[in-house]
């Protein structure tokens, strides 16, 4: 079923701008055809296309219900920014599986490290790459791609979460020991390429983060975000 996100749905809604065209000149949708939509109440209303016009797709709702798909866990995935687009494919297979929230930090041993004018337009463009992605994978929100930070602006915010884990290719302990199956809300931190400083791990460990192991093989960058996402809704029964 194609998914569109809205602020507000009323029984009669009409569809415009970005969507309108997406509906009728790439998915060539008719009327009489369904979709659904979900709005900022984290709805999903299903609808009938009625009408399609100059003006947008006209539509009728024919059922709502809460949207179920979300992760019990709000996760925040504090990501080491990574070199060419592999950036893009951490934050669409991490919206795919369930995180809430994106933060681009800017490491010791970034490759990566654009100027302001360009972080913004790459932000940008990870904020579109997560709609998508939220859309594809019929999520009940558009998790935010936040703007870059670097590590010490991270490392303070850390207060804010219920819990938070580094999780460090030197080593630490299993994940399971870590991570109550009741938490909520979680930060996490990956390295960039060349891994993390140890005055790096030493900060976020004084800031309350727990080092965590994701095995005794060393992960690529684009990779560790992926396993560690994967590993925590998988322990947090948000795979079942």
Not at 70 to 88: C, N, R, V, W
Not at 97 to 118: E, F, M, N, Q, Y
Request: charge should be neutral; include cysteine; proline fraction near 5%.
């Amino acid at each position: 079923m194609d998914w569109f996100f809205v602020e507000n749905v009323t029984q009669t809604y009409l569809i415009t701008g970005e969507n309108a065209h997406h509906i009728t000149k790439s998915l060539r949708k008719s009327v009489g055809e369904l979709l659904t939509l979900c709005d900022k109440n984290k709805v999903e209303h299903l609808c009938r296309i009625e009408k399609i016009s100059p003006e947008g797709v006209l539509v009728q709702v024919v059922s709502a219900s809460e949207c179920l798909h979300e992760p019990t866990i709000d996760i925040t995935l504090m990501a080491a920014l990574t070199k060419g687009d592999k950036m893009e494919h951490v934050i669409q297979k991490s919206v795919e599986l369930g995180v809430h929230r994106i933060v681009p930090v800017l490491t010791a041993r970034c490759i990566s490290r654009p100027d302001p004018k360009s972080a913004e337009k790459k932000r940008i463009r990870y904020q579109k790459i997560a709609e998508q992605a939220a859309m594809q994978s019929q999520r009940a929100i558009i998790p935010a791609v936040e703007d870059f930070t670097d590590l010490k602006t991270a490392a303070l915010s850390l207060s804010s979460f219920e819990k938070s884990i580094l999780f460090y290719e030197g080593g630490g302990a299993p994940l399971r020991s870590l991570l109550p199956e009741s938490c909520r809300s979680l930060a996490i931190f990956t390295g960039p390429e060349g891994g993390f400083e140890e005055s790096e791990v030493q900060l976020l460990t004084a800031h309350g983060a727990a080092l965590a192991t994701l095995g005794p093989r060393i992960l690529r960058a684009e990779t560790a975000p992926l396993a560690a996402l994967s590993a925590i809704l998988f322990h947090t029964r948000n795979l079942e």
